[in-house]
């Protein structure tokens, strides 16, 4: 199951596509769907943390959005641009998979226990004597 995280409004947004301007958005949204279940099939191996929810989530549409744009520029043949916004998805991409892997409640079961504090010297201590 592919979850929704591409928005035709956002990726227009990243590429200065006007909103009224809809000549184009048959294949945005199709290349969307695509990158939606893509980015899905990569985020397999963080089950446990799916679906996303917050800022991790703001991260995941950020990444996607930015891999449609990157089909989107190769698929209208300019290389560069496309680049620029793989470019923009992996460092995305990376971030939240840092994100995810560096959460310390996934990584450990262990719980702090505080000790009472003792003052008393210790008596093998020369200086005391």
């Known amino acids: 199951m592919a979850f929704i995280y591409f928005s035709l409004q956002d990726t227009k947004d990243l590429m200065n596509v006007p909103l ?4 184009e958005d048959s294949i945005l949204e199709q290349l969307g769907g695509k990158a939606d279940q893509y980015f899905t099939n990569q985020m397999t191996s963080y089950a446990e943390s799916l679906p996303l929810t917050g800022g991790d989530l703001t991260t995941a549409s950020q990444a996607t959005n930015q891999y449609v744009a990157s089909l989107y520029m190769a698929r209208k043949q300019n290389f560069e641009s496309a680049k620029y916004w793989e470019d923009r998805y992996k460092e995305s991409f990376n971030t939240l998979v840092n994100i995810l892997t560096s959460n310390p409640t996934n990584r450990t079961k262990r719980i702090a226990v505080t000790k009472d ?3 008393e010297p210790i008596s093998s201590d020369p200086l005391l004597e």
């Open 20 to 23: 009224n301007v809809e000549s």
């Open 117 to 119: 504090y003792r003052t």
